[in-house]
Structures are given as C-alpha cells and as structure tokens.
C-alpha cells in the first residue's frame, strides 16, 4: 500500500507533463497590438461586377488573420491598401472547328495593383495577376469552375492578403 502512495505523486507528474507537452496550444502575446487596415478597391477594367467580388473577397481573407482589423476611416489606419484591377481578361480555350461560335471552355485572367501606404508615404507597390479556367470536360459537362469571377476574386484576394500581412509584419518590427 505505502509502496503505491509513494508513486502516485510520480505518476500524476508524468501524466501532467505528457498532457502539456502534448496539447499545441499557444500562447497569445498580449504586447503585440492589432494591425489597422484601410482596403480601397478600384476597378478600372470593363467588368463592374468584379470590383464589388475582389473587395469581399479581400475584406474575407484579411479577417481571417487576427493581428489584422479593417476600418473605414483611412486617417485612424497603420496600414492602407489601395487595390486596382487593371484588366480582365476573357479568351476561348478550347474551340470546336465546325462551331467556332461555341467555345468549349473560357480562360479569364486578371491583373491587379496593390498600393501599400504608411501615412500617406507609399511604402509598397506591386501588380499581381490570377488565372481561372472554366474547362468543360465535353459538349454535356459541366465547367470545372461555376464562378471563374469568384475563382479569380478569391485569388487576388489570398495574393493581396499575403502581401498585406507580410508588409504588416515588417513594419512592426520596425
């Protein structure tokens, strides 16, 4: 009996530590203050129904990042991200010889500019492009992409949120 008493002490200690040790919490640190982002989506290409797509999209993508909050006032921001979308582009990939008129599948690019300003100062300027495809696999199928709008908005939203949270953390360590 004394002789199990004697390792139960030892035995909560070993199962305390493989509990902590195996659990992947983390712990937030409390001193790093959240990222304000001001977004502003211009489009200037022939499409004026992928404006409003690319801003929810990107306004989506950077709420799923927590050191980032958005605001609608760009004089309370750190960061302000101007987004202007230069081009669509839509061109037939697959085209039937006898039926020119019915293309089989669309290609569509989209080419944007992000602007990164830090207090009125341009901090960062990059174009970034995305392609989507809307394929059919035959004349009955379905494409392999419903939404190549959404597809191509979805995609410029993750390549604009990876900059910003990049830009974001290089200038807090600054």
């Not at 492009?129 to 199928?141: C, I, K, N, P």
């Not at 392999?144 to 939203?157: E, N, T, V």
Request: charged share 25%; net charge positive.
């Amino acid at each position: 009996m004394s002789k199990w008493i004697a390792s139960f002490p030892l035995s909560i200690a070993i199962f305390g530590f493989f509990l902590l040790s195996s659990c992947r919490y983390r712990t937030i640190d409390s001193t790093r203050e959240d990222r304000i982002v001001y977004l502003q989506v211009r489009n200037d290409s022939y499409s004026p129904q992928i404006g409003g797509l690319v801003n929810r999209a990107i306004r989506e993508e950077l709420l799923t990042v927590h050191s980032v909050r958005m605001t609608s006032d760009p004089a309370n921001a750190d960061l302000s991200v101007e987004v202007t979308i230069l081009n669509e582009k839509v061109s037939p990939e697959i085209f039937s010889a006898e039926d020119t008129l019915r293309a089989t599948g669309f290609g569509m690019n989209l080419v944007a500019r992000v602007e990164l300003s830090k207090k009125g100062r341009e901090i960062h300027t990059q174009e970034i492009d995305y392609s989507a495809s809307t394929l059919r696999q035959g004349d009955l199928a379905q494409p392999h992409s419903r939404q190549p709008r959404m597809a191509l908005a979805q995609g410029i939203a993750r390549k604009v949120a990876l900059i910003v949270i990049n830009e974001s953390v290089s200038f807090s360590k600054k």
